[in-house]
């Protein structure tokens, strides 16, 4: 499985094919451009606008952008830091207690950081866990055939989800919540 730096490599290598410039153009571009390379959302709207680039090249050129610029992307703690800050602290018990129970599934369980939710994966993304509220927990789970469970709802968030649900205490972290992870995790090898 790709992860993010990978899958912005192999976007970045056949930028020049699809756009006519190279990664270090667009780069040189959007330092011209008079708009700030940190600022990720206005360098992709701009590529959009201004030059009709697809999205996911649009990612390609902001992220490397905005490294260029001094950029570091944050670390995995320091995402699940910030989701988990100020009024939702109270749900950091939850998202550990998920995370403990998701990486014990299998060694090829991954987790990444992302701004609004902690994905994991195998093949591809099988869970993402939201601080929804300050009072909620939403766990996203991808499924091709949806165990029955009153605990599911249907979704399209967080992340690739077909269902979520959503907990509002560690307590209901229930035998039937673990074995809708483990379906959500044999599902996605």
Excluded: C
Aim: no cysteine; charged share 15%.
């Amino acid at each position: 499985m790709s992860n993010p730096e990978q899958m912005m490599a192999a976007v970045a290598s056949t930028l020049q094919q699809r756009t006519g410039k190279t990664l270090h153009q667009w780069i040189e571009l959007v330092e011209h451009s008079g708009i700030d390379p940190l600022n990720q959302n206005d360098v992709r709207r701009w590529l959009k606008q201004q030059h009709g680039i697809a999205q996911n090249s649009q990612w390609a050129i902001a992220d490397a952008a905005a490294r260029a610029a001094g950029w570091q992307p944050p670390t995995l703690e320091e995402y699940i830091s910030q989701q988990y800050a100020g009024a939702k602290s109270e749900l950091l018990p939850i998202f550990e207690r998920l995370q403990q129970l998701i990486l014990a599934l299998g060694a090829d369980v991954q987790v990444e950081g992302r701004a609004s939710y902690i994905p994991f994966m195998r093949k591809r993304q099988f869970i993402a866990i939201a601080a929804a509220t300050k009072k909620r927990v939403d766990v996203g789970l991808r499924f091709t055939d949806p165990p029955v469970s009153a605990l599911l709802q249907p979704a399209n968030a967080p992340g690739q989800a077909t269902h979520k649900i959503s907990l509002t205490s560690i307590n209901a972290i229930t035998t039937e919540v673990e074995t809708l992870l483990v379906a959500a995790y044999q599902q996605n090898g």
